[in-house]
């Protein structure tokens, strides 16, 4: 399996932290991370062929205030990844967190990665 | 090139009579070319051509014989169309092929009989001169007019259709008219009993007098009129005069004398190319009698004037196989329409009947004794229903559900939820405030599909309870305005749910991607048709929920077993069967969720809700649930909730049934079976009907004899009552009737699509689906409840399950990497119980976002 690199909002980062390892995330679907404070929801995909597979964007639902996104279903809509929130059912892009229903709402996107079989996040 | 011309000899064509029907074949005859082949010569009896015979007591409200006259005066003329008016046949000579007239012979190829038909005067002594009036010509109209002039008082004998146009006519030349019938009600061949009544008290209040069952023994002189009518019975009336209007005979005396064969009843028997005995002459219109019967209306007339006028003239012709006689008319002004059998003459045929005495107005539709196709109807007062009512019956349309909304007013209080039927005020979305109408004007303003239309109008982006309302505005907003309507699931599959689910069947496909590979576009799918596939796959298969492959597909509730609340936490909620629990299982939740610190209410399927459980506590919870002997509750899914019963025979005074012990066998048959969309179920006692079982999609009431069955009622935010379905049934039909519902609603239903909602789309409506399930006319019974039994038997209790796999609970962790809670999950006390802290309540937690 290839280490992936994100480019969206961190370039190049220059620390990898590692956060858990493969066998805990879940194929096709999603688990979450504490971070330093912040709680990240990794998705695991690995049928994919021409994207990632594997993203980590932000638990924390602007809509709803919960930490909820991580427990969201994974789709593809117009070719792009989506997780959909699962309490008002809004999609968020896996690639950049914007949101398709609502441009004022946006999910933060880390890079990640995976180091053997640990998964690294990218923190600046 | 030379053209070889070649005169062609024409052929002799005499028809017999310019009445309606003789003039069509005329003007037929021109259309189709056919005077190419034949020289055409008409004999009509009258002095005057061909006239409108049904309008004819429009002679004495201002229309004269031209205004009456049938077509362009020139028309015969320009087209060689040589008319003897004036000049009746006598005799037609078949050997020679001659007609004969007082003034000539006149040789023949080819015969048309249109001599129409006479009134029927019946044999009564003293009916002679002005008391023996008829109503057919215009002759006939003229002499009533010249008795008329002498006269206060006119009678008709014959309470039917022409009669009541004569008696009109008596109206309008200034008489007071009076009707004497026969029959115990007028129009006795159009109407029944009810519809005469209410025809009788419309032309009564218009002042004419309706006189029924008297027989007209003798005419006699009279003592204030010139005549007394003697009915049997002693009674009697006086007139100045009287028009026969008793019924008409075929006019059919050249055929007897030819030698033409006769119907027993009268008229020149023709075969279904209108060709009498001898295949040179033809008979149309009321002449003819066609498989022992006449045809006293024009439309058939017309048709058989067509049919033989296109033979002749060389092309494929329509043959005549009967004619609806069907008629909508006025007389007198009021409307009265028959349809079909308006008598309900055919077996098993049941009626339904609307009858308005205030204003005089009576509707009946007859049905045939399937209940499935309109096969007659009566209308007096209001034709506005004959165009529909005869489009039921000529294309045998499928009935609605409720066949009386055919006949019943038309009123806009009448309670209806299609979406054509709201009004632009209708509000769609109650969260957001947005109203059909906006709706409509985002549609207007170019938004086209269903996402595009939330996100601009806000609609269901609330609590997203009107998602299937918004969805059926729009649709029909779409066709209204010409647009085709993509019923594909999603943009993965170009299939309807009920595709999807026959794929499933048809190709035992077991596994999302199996389904997404054979039929999708994609790998990935997407948050619509994941779900919807895992419910098909569940409910045909009904695999554990938590396998692996199967994970990914649910909605977050069912992936977690638990029903999300808003601040992320789940609410739990065991089975509680039929209501039913004993102390020590309620001590049991209640030591659960005191020990978890749960928010403990009680729902409205009887059982109990606990609230404020984290990821990571679900394990632990169910646990010691199922320690305590429960199982999961499936409150989360799409699927059997609950059986709700009322204490029933063992403890009610009233109860008729053990209303616990079938709402236990229900539930635990049902348990855990997936659905297009939430199941409720009820079992009441006794008809007080405790356990509101006519608001759940199977309702079960006891009753003396047994159980009677209700389908597809509904509570939430389109109450519906639900349909009695079945009546007295033992335990077992019960049991296999909901099997056949339910599994049969799991085939054909669309996602999301409650039993209420399917059965109001369900063409054929409750008739059909009692046919599919009761009478099994799909032969599909059998199978649906082998489908239900393979659920049945799969069944295991899907926390039981999980508890048992450690792949499985590796889910249930708040962090995979920490052993943390959720630090942003605040409740605060409130009437001695926790809730989720309001985020005006918490400065923590920024407010700038909520949606409210």
Redesign the interface.
């Known amino acids: 399996m290839a280490t992936s690199s994100n480019a969206v909002r961190v370039q190049n980062p220059e620390l990898w932290q590692s956060?858990?390892t493969r066998q805990?995330l879940?194929?096709?679907?999603g688990?979450?991370?504490?971070l330093d404070g912040a709680?990240v929801a990794l998705f695991y995909?690995p049928?994919?062929?021409q994207g990632r597979t594997l993203h980590a964007v932000d638990n924390?639902d602007?809509?709803?205030?919960?930490?909820?996104i991580g427990?969201?279903?994974?789709?593809?809509?117009?070719?792009e990844?989506?997780i959909?929130s699962?309490?008002?059912?809004?999609?968020f892009s896996l690639v950049d967190g914007s949101c398709?229903?609502?441009p004022?709402?946006r999910l933060r996107v880390w890079p990640v990665r995976f180091n053997g079989d640990e998964v690294e996040i990218g923190v600046a | 090139m030379n053209s070889i011309v070649t005169i062609a000899h024409r052929q002799k064509l005499v028809i017999v009579g310019n009445g309606m029907v003789g003039h069509h074949c005329v003007e037929q005859l021109i259309e189709r070319g056919a005077l190419a082949h034949f020289e055409v010569q008409v004999f009509g009896e009258e002095r005057q051509r061909a006239y409108d015979r049904v309008h004819l007591s429009e002679y004495f409200s201002g229309s004269d014989a031209e205004t009456l006259a049938l077509g362009d005066a020139q028309l015969y003329g320009m087209h060689g169309v040589r008319l003897h008016l004036g000049e009746a046949v006598l005799e037609i000579d078949r050997e020679h092929r001659e007609v004969v007239t007082s003034l000539a012979r006149y040789p023949y190829d080819q015969l048309i009989l249109a001599t129409g038909s006479y009134p029927f005067v019946p044999p009564i002594p003293g009916s002679e001169a002005e008391a023996r009036l008829v109503y057919r010509t215009l002759d006939d109209l003229d002499a009533i007019r010249a008795a008329a002039a002498s006269a206060r008082r006119g009678v008709v004998v014959g309470g039917g259709l022409l009669g009541l146009e004569a008696a009109n006519a008596l109206k309008s030349l200034g008489l007071e008219a009076h009707v004497v019938e026969f029959a115990p009600r007028l129009m006795p061949v159009q109407l029944d009993a009810d519809g005469g009544a209410a025809l009788r008290a419309q032309i009564e209040a218009l002042g004419v007098g309706v006189h029924l069952s008297r027989a007209t023994q003798a005419i006699v002189a009279g003592e204030d009129y010139r005549y007394r009518m003697n009915f049997d019975g002693g009674e009697f009336l006086e007139a100045d005069l009287i028009v026969f209007s008793a019924g008409i005979r075929p006019q059919d005396a050249l055929g007897r004398s030819s030698g033409l064969d006769i119907a027993p009843r009268g008229g020149v028997v023709i075969d279904e190319h209108c060709r009498t005995s001898d295949a040179r002459i033809f008979a149309i219109g009321e002449c003819a009698s066609w498989n022992g019967s006449i045809f006293g209306l024009v439309a058939p007339g017309y048709s058989m004037a067509r049919n033989v006028a296109s033979a002749l003239a060389g092309e494929a012709a329509a043959t005549f196989g009967g004619a609806d006689m069907s008629t909508k008319l006025k007389l007198l002004g009021v409307d009265v329409g028959s349809i079909g059998d308006a008598h309900a003459a055919t077996p098993g045929a049941k009626s339904y009947r609307f009858i308005d005495e205030a204003n005089a107005s009576y509707r009946r539709l007859v049905v045939d004794a399937s209940g499935k196709r309109v096969i007659g109807a009566v209308l007096v007062g209001d034709n506005s229903y004959y165009d529909t009512l005869l489009q039921y019956v000529q294309n045998g349309i499928a009935l609605p559900a409720d066949p009386s909304t055919l006949i019943l007013p038309v009123s806009d209080g009448a309670p209806s939820l299609g979406a054509d039927a709201l009004p632009e005020t209708a509000t769609i979305c109650s969260c957001h405030n947005v109203t059909k109408g906006s709706i409509c004007s985002a549609i207007d303003a170019g938004c086209s599909d269903l996402?595009m239309l939330?996100?601009q109008t806000k609609a269901c982006?609330g609590c997203?309870g009107c998602a299937a309302l918004l969805k059926q505005v729009f649709e029909h907003e779409l066709v209204a305005r010409g647009v085709a309507v993509d019923k594909s699931l999603c943009?993965?599959f170009a299939y309807t749910r009920q595709e999807l689910y026959a794929l499933v069947r048809v190709e035992g496909i077991i596994t999302f991607e199996e389904m997404l590979a054979k039929h999708g576009r994609?790998?990935?799918?997407?948050?619509?048709?994941?779900?919807a596939v895992g419910s098909i796959l569940a409910s045909c298969w009904n695999q554990p929920i938590m396998d692996?492959s199967l994970?990914?597909l649910q909605?977050?509730?069912d992936?977690?077993m638990a029903n999300?609340q808003?601040?992320?936490t789940y609410s739990v909620v065991p089975r509680i069967p039929g209501g039913e629990i004993t102390p020590d299982k309620l001590i049991a939740i209640g030591a659960v969720a005191k020990k978890y610190d749960l928010y403990t209410k009680i729902t409205g399927g009887q059982r109990i809700d606990l609230f404020g459980a984290q990821?990571h506590e679900l394990p632990d919870i169910w646990s010691e649930l199922i320690e305590a002997g429960f199982e999961t509750g499936h409150a989360y899914g799409k699927s059997t909730r609950t059986v709700k019963s009322c204490v029933g025979s063992t403890w009610c005074r009233y109860g008729v049934q053990d209303s616990v012990q079938m709402a236990l066998t229900i539930e635990d048959r049902y348990k855990g079976l997936r659905s297009p969309h939430k199941l409720k179920f009820a079992v009441s006692g006794c008809t007080r009907e405790c356990a509101e079982a006519q608001s759940k999609d199977v309702g079960v009431i006891a009753t003396e004899k047994g159980w009677n069955l209700y389908i597809s009622g509904n509570g939430g935010m389109r109450p519906r009552h639900a349909e009695l379905f079945a009546t007295d049934l033992d335990d077992e039909t019960l049991i296999r009737y909901i099997d056949r519902f339910l599994m049969f609603y799991i085939r054909t239903a669309d996602k999301l699509q409650r039993t209420s909602v399917w059965r109001e789309s369900l063409e054929g409506g409750l008739d059909y689906l009692k046919q599919v399930i009761i009478e099994d006319s799909l032969g599909l019974a059998a199978e649906l409840e082998a489908q239900m039994q393979l659920v049945v038997d799969r069944y295991e209790c899907e926390w039981a399950n999980a508890l048992k796999d450690p792949e499985k609970l590796?889910?249930f962790?708040?962090?995979?990497?920490?052993k943390?809670a959720?630090p942003?999950?605040h409740f605060v006390k409130e009437r001695g119980q926790r809730r989720p802290i309001a985020?005006a309540e918490l400065n923590l937690?920024?407010?700038t976002?909520?949606?409210v």
Request: aromatic share 4%.
């Open positions: 956060v858990c805990d879940i194929a096709d679907s688990v979450v991370v504490w709680q995909l049928g994919e062929q924390h602007p809509q709803s205030g919960a930490n909820v427990r969201g279903l994974v789709g593809s809509l117009k070719g990844l989506v959909a699962p309490l008002y059912k809004q999609h398709m229903e609502d004022g709402q | 996402p939330k996100s982006t997203g943009e993965h994609g790998h990935v799918g997407c948050d619509i048709c994941k779900p692996p994970v990914p909605d977050t509730n992936t977690f999300m808003k601040n992320g990821l590796k889910r962790r708040t962090f995979v990497n920490d943390r959720d942003d999950i985020a937690i920024p407010v976002e909520e949606v």
